[in-house]
């Protein structure tokens, strides 16, 4: 059963996904607020664990930030689907640069809502026309100044293979695979776009093209034989 919080400052939306939500089999919603700071005091007074997806309306009326409401919810353990009418696209890039697995658009079908939190659910990254348009030719989201070589790697080890395999199949010494590794999440540091995990690193490569859904050398984020996820 997955667990679900429904975070929007419009009772009628929280109501709307609810209900959909209700129908599914494998979904249950364990919080629906308009605020992450209710959610999370919620949180702390149920003694509660968090919820496995959070659906977080983009913009909330208390004045918080996008930023400071994606890494609230990342860091309490949840993944986080923006839910968003998705016509502001650079507060969309910054909620995917905070740690939102996806973005759905407010006028897609409730199904598709569903189905992004069975996506999400799976610790898979939403790939749709939402997503793609909110990074589309954003220099400043997508560029990270990776070598030829870095993106290689990146685009093995990414997708799911054992760094010594990606040694073996760029011909490259373990020691100089894993030196590139560390060079890349030093370049995401440095572009504000942290890649702390072997899964932050497949969502940098997929939000800069380097890999895709449907390209992937294997298809889940497996842990390998470095023994990183």
Request: one cysteine or more; charged letters at 25%.
């Amino acid at each position: 059963m997955t667990r679900v919080a429904l975070i929007d400052d419009h009772e009628s939306v929280r109501l709307g996904l609810q209900g959909a939500c209700a129908r599914a089999d494998d979904q249950q919603v364990a919080f629906s607020g308009s605020t992450v700071t209710s959610y999370l005091d919620w949180r702390t007074f149920s003694s509660s664990p968090p919820a496995d997806v959070v659906v977080l309306d983009l913009t909330l009326g208390d004045g918080t930030t996008v930023t400071e409401n994606v890494s609230r919810l990342v860091r309490d353990g949840s993944s986080v689907i923006i839910h968003s009418v998705a016509d502001r696209p650079a507060a969309v890039r910054e909620a995917l640069a905070a740690g939102a697995a996806g973005v759905v658009s407010k006028s897609s079908r409730i199904d598709d809502v569903i189905c992004a939190i069975h996506t999400v659910s799976r610790g898979e990254q939403l790939n749709n026309v939402e997503w793609a348009s909110a990074v589309e030719g954003d220099r400043d989201f997508a560029d990270a100044q990776l070598s030829a070589r870095e993106r290689d790697v990146l685009r093995l080890y990414a997708a799911g293979l054992p760094l010594k395999v990606v040694a073996e199949r760029l011909g490259v010494a373990y020691s100089t695979a894993k030196e590139n590794i560390t060079r890349i999440r030093v370049k995401y540091v440095d572009v504000g776009r942290p890649a702390p995990t072997k899964v932050d690193l497949l969502r940098r490569a997929m939000e800069d093209g380097i890999v895709s859904p449907t390209g992937l050398e294997a298809e889940t984020v497996t842990t390998g034989g470095d023994g990183e996820r």
